[in-house]
Each structure stands twice: as C-alpha cells, then as structure tokens.
C-alpha cells in the first residue's frame, strides 16, 4: 500500500515537471545540445518546485582535445 503511493506520488511529481518543460516550450525543437537536454531533464525532475521559482539549467564543458 505504502510503495503504491509512493509510486504514484512519484509518477505524478514527474507529470508536473513535463508540463512545467512543455510550458516553457522545451519540446518546441529537437534538443540540439547536451544543455538543453540536460536542461529539460532537470526541469522534469524538480517537477512542482518548478512553479515555486525553481529554473535549472545545466550547461556542458566539452574538454578540448590537447595539440
């Protein structure tokens, strides 16, 4: 009963975080970038903290290959 609800409570939290993502029009456009995918993916996890001010961004750094 208990894993039930959490289960549920998780599936719903991460509704929330797909509509916050649909939202701010990040399934516009194919994700060109590991930021943006990345951007998208922590959107989706904060889920409701989302609409409490939350904005993650996640940026990538590439290492250059040396000469």
């Known amino acids: 009963m208990v894993r039930r609800l959490i289960g549920l409570l998780a599936v719903l939290w991460l509704l ?3 509509g916050a993502a649909y939202q701010r029009g990040y399934f516009g456009t194919d994700p060109s970038n590991c930021a943006k995918a990345g951007t998208i993916a922590a ?3 904060a889920g ?3 609409y409490l001010g939350v904005n993650p961004k ?3 750094v590439i290492p250059q290959p040396s000469r």
């Open 16 to 18: 929330v975080g797909v």
């Open 43 to 45: 959107t989706v996890v």
């Open 48 to 50: 409701p903290l989302n």
């Open 58 to 60: 996640v940026t990538c």
